[in-house]
């Protein structure tokens, strides 16, 4: 509840979290006692909430919503002087679900949509205040810079919050559950959000098929199934159906992708179309027009069903179609061109009174009349195709019939069979029969709702035990006579073997240890399984019936020896055949995960050699027998292992007298008594321009190696070999050679002679370096980073070394984190000190000029490292 006086001082401003109730209390003084009002921005609140609490000290919202933030006026009069005004202004906060949303930067190809291809992730959410995203990729937390084929970053039209993922050129790794995070930092208690997208090969954007022909004709009255199926996109499309009637009609039902409109009326028709979402790419949309239909109906005035002779026989032909003046009709009979005459009125009714009729009177009919007469419809437009419908004028027409053979239903059949259901139809025209599905709204085998047969037989090829159930048989509505369907209904039955898991699992045990596998029957038709066997590759184990009672099978090997290892096959067996699950049995380790993805060459001084620092965890080392080496593939020597490796252990192996610039194929095995477990394989490269936390760097081998000079100094370093220095002048000062003792090795000095003075600075500033993120194997948040270099300050007018941490978005630099004055001796010696930035940062290095000429310093071997400075040089 916030309460406020009505004084003169600078606007609150209260914070409420969306659905709660917010109390404004307006504190008032004044006599006559004021009456009071509250308002809103956009003029009188009372529109919104109760009127009661407009006119009180205190405004009441339950529930307030988002829309309802803004700035509140209270208002107090009493009818002497001017009115008093105070605001204050209500931040509404709020975050909902975040949503990601999948794209690849070229086409979705035809073949696989994720194969080698940049994919984009993007995670958005609203939210007041402004929301902060984190991605992580399974456990692991990805951030700029942590993981080589990620880039993370916000696009230019945003206001500077992360929220996109890259992965570039998709590697198999990148085939994991991502989740987005979505934080607004705990404000007014509101927790984190989160979202998981699971990527993998078979992600794919939605396609979809429309299992209805367009346009769809219909009579008025008429149930209309429109069904769309998914044939694409992973992961599964949600379906939903919209029409370009503004909203789909009232009485429709939305049933998964079947949309159902009972008892169409012409209003109804239009465009309905399907969409289909999962977030990957473009939604898929697919139309279809429904357009009315029209039916045709003998009319013998009589009560028998028979024509006769000397009868007047009335023809009538309705359509109902939009608009409906556009419509014209023409007569056939067996398919000849009728014209109207004296036995043969032809009428078509005036559009005003009964649009889309026409009627054929046939007066005194005559044996001659008999035959096939069409009506036949089209708009004048064009937008319907040409329509035309039979009636058969015979003196043997005779009501249609539908009954179902002995013996043909139930129909019972295997998966994969032929099968035909069949219904016996009489009456004169023989009508066409419709099959349709009679227990639910499913399509048919040929995926439309209703097929029609000629001679009540419908044909199945290779039956489903999805196409198990109901069929209905009726005759067409159209069936030469005023009667209503006929129909007949046919069940069949579908026996399918056993649906089983696991299909396939790979078991990985020590020796002696125990194994239990259990294959599990999700479904089978008859259901009544009748046994199962095990098998060790294709060596009966073990058999027997299986229980009712349970719905699995369990095989256990006590204590796993050598013979153990191999393939395990469950059948489990029905009347329709057998399901199969697959157990891979095997003592092979894991394979170690190395623990960068990123290169860490370590430079060494000798000119052609670098040497390789590897790590690695070991994954699940504890699920088989103890790892008592690894094989390194590059050398083909072992590496061996003491005692148990510990889950999330770290291990290391110094890789040397690597070439420069060659890159290696690093390839890790671990090895138990089983033998070699699985192999991980990384590269490691030479990168001599690749700045990295974990990069030694002999910087000055190369012209001062991405560190650049600082424009706002007083003077710049000098890089130089003690070659190539002339010490004539100043003899007594700065280093004989390079940190190795090379007089040809090259370093950085400040040259002290003229026109120096005292007091000058020279500055060198590195490149921006992200902050690593947090990490399992135990660094610390913020994390921590070892700069270090090399320092020769000989002479005795030696001024001041510094070394600062200067980073981003800070304007005013801290003081050195490291710093030394004065002569420390004609010797090179090593500086170490930790930082804990907390943004990206650079490292600068500032040489200050003493009171004399004898006064240089230079530096050499600049380095910086993840992780606490573990052996700092003594400080002397």
């Known amino acids: ?272 179309s399907c969409v289909a979402s999962n977030n990957v790419g473009n939604p898929a949309k697919k139309s279809t027009t429904i357009v009315g239909r029209f039916w045709i109906t003998p009319d013998p005035y009589h009560n028998d069903d028979n024509i006769q002779i000397g009868r007047e026989v009335k023809i009538s032909c309705q359509v109902e179609a939009t608009p409906p003046e556009e419509l014209t009709f023409s007569w056939l009979k067996n398919g000849r061109a009728l014209r109207s005459s004296e036995r043969m009125v032809i009428t078509q009714t005036d559009p005003d009174i009964s649009p889309g009729t026409t009627n054929l009177d046939i007066i005194d009919l005559k044996f001659t009349d008999f035959g096939t007469y069409t009506c036949v419809a089209a708009l004048k437009g064009g937008g319907i195709p040409e329509i035309s419908i039979d009636v058969n004028i015979s003196s043997t027409t005779v009501p249609p019939n539908l009954t179902v053979p002995r013996g043909k239903s139930p129909l019972v059949a295997r998966e994969g069979d032929t099968v035909e259901l069949e219904c016996l139809v009489s009456g004169k025209p023989k009508p066409i029969i419709l099959w349709s599905r009679a227990d639910k709204e499913a399509p048919m085998p040929d995926g439309s709702m209703q097929m029609e047969s000629y001679d009540g037989v419908l044909r199945i090829v290779n039956v489903s035990r999805e196409m198990t159930g109901s069929y209905r048989c009726q005759t067409s509505q159209f069936n030469g006579f005023n009667v209503k369907p006929r129909e007949a209904v046919v069940e069949l039955i579908v026996q399918y073997p056993p649906t089983v898991e696991p299909v396939y699992m790979e078991m990985r045990q020590g020796l002696g240890r ?113 790892i008592v080496a690894y094989r390194l593939g590059i050398r083909q020597q072992e590496i061996p292992v003491d005692g148990t490796i510990n889950k999330g252990e770290l291990m290391t192996h110094n890789l040397t007298q690597l070439i420069k610039p060659e890159s290696y194929e690093v390839r890790l095995t671990p090895i138990t008594r089983f033998g070699e477990g699985d192999s991980t394989i990384r590269i490691s490269g030479f990168v001599p321009h690749t700045y990295d936390f974990r990069l030694f760097i002999s910087i000055f081998s190369e012209p001062i190696c991405m560190f650049t000079q600082d424009k706002n100094d007083d003077f710049d370093w000098t890089r130089h070999s003690a070659a190539t220095r002339d010490t004539k002048y100043t003899p007594n000062t700065g280093p004989s050679g390079d940190r190795s003792g090379s007089k040809q090795g090259f370093y950085m000095y400040i040259e002290t002679s003229r026109p120096r003075k005292e007091g000058d600075q020279a500055r060198l500033v590195s490149p921006f370096f992200n902050v690593a993120p947090k990490n399992p194997y135990g660094i610390t948040n913020p994390p921590a980073y070892c700069f270090g270099f090399f320092y020769h300050m000989y002479g005795k007018h030696i001024g001041t070394l510094n070394a600062f941490l200067k980073q981003k978005g800070q304007t005013t630099s801290e003081g050195p984190v490291w710093s030394l004055s004065g002569n420390q001796g004609d010797r090179w010696k090593q500086a170490k000190v930790s930082i804990h930035p907390t943004a990206s940062f650079q490292v600068v290095l500032e040489g200050i000029r003493g009171p004399g000429i004898e006064g240089d310093i230079a530096i050499d071997d600049v380095m910086l490292e993840e992780g606490e400075c573990r052996d700092p040089p003594p400080s002397e």
């Not at 367009?214 to 199926?229: E, F």
């Open 514 to 626: 125990p194994v239990v596998m259990t294959c599990r029957v999700l479904r089978a038709h008859p259901s009544r399984v009748l046994r199962f066997e095990w098998l060790l590759s294709n060596r009966l184990l073990h058999a027997g019936a299986f229980d009712a009672q349970r719905d699995e099978t369990e095989y256990t090997i006590r204590s796993l020896n050598r013979d153990g290892w191999g393939e395990y096959t469950c059948n489990v067996i029905n009347e329709a055949g057998a399901g199969k699950c697959t157990f891979q049995v095997t003592g092979k380790a894991y394979p170690p995960e190395f623990y960068y993805d990123t290169y860490s060459p370590l430079w060494q001084n000798r000119p052609r050699l670098y040497s390789f620092k590897l790590q690695w965890t070991q994954m699940n080392p504890n699920a088989v027998d103890r």
């Open 1 to 272: 509840i916030a309460h406020f006086w009505l004084e003169r001082h600078t606007e609150r401003v209260y914070t409420i979290r969306e659905g709660e109730t917010l109390e404004l209390t307006c504190l008032v003084t004044g006599h006559p006692r004021p009456q009071i009002r509250w308002t809103k921005t956009a003029g009188s609140v009372s529109d919104r909430f109760q009127d009661s609490s407009v006119f009180n000290e205190t405004l009441h919202i339950a529930k307030i919503q988002r829309t309802q933030g803004g700035r509140y006026y209270c208002k107090a009069e009493n009818g002497l002087g001017s009115p008093a005004i105070k605001s204050i202004r209500v931040d509404v906060y709020y975050l909902d679900d975040p949503v990601v949303t999948v794209h690849q930067s070229i086409g979705e190809a035809k073949e696989q949509f994720y194969y080698e291809r940049t994919v984009f992730l993007r995670c958005v959410a609203n939210s007041n205040p402004p929301v902060r995203y984190s991605w992580h990729r399974g456990r692991e937390v990805l951030t700029q810079g942590s993981d080589k084929g990620v880039e993370i970053y916000e696009p230019f039209f945003t206001q500077g919050e992360t929220k996109i993922l890259k992965l570039k050129n998709l590697r198999p790794q990148d085939y994991a559950n991502y989740s987005c995070i979505a934080s607004v930092r705990n404000v007014c208690g509101i927790p984190d959000r989160s979202v998981i997208f699971r990527l993998t090969n078979k992600t794919a954007s939605p396609s979809i098929k429309l299992l209805v022909e367009d346009p769809i004709v219909v009579n008025p009255g008429q149930t209309v199934s429109l069904v769309c199926i998914t044939t694409g996109g992973e992961p599964t499309p949600t379906l939903t159906w919209v029409s370009s009637n503004e909203s789909l009609p009232q009485r429709s039902v939305v049933k998964g992708g079947t949309l159902t409109l009972p008892a169409i009326s012409s209003d109804e028709a239009g465009v309905y």
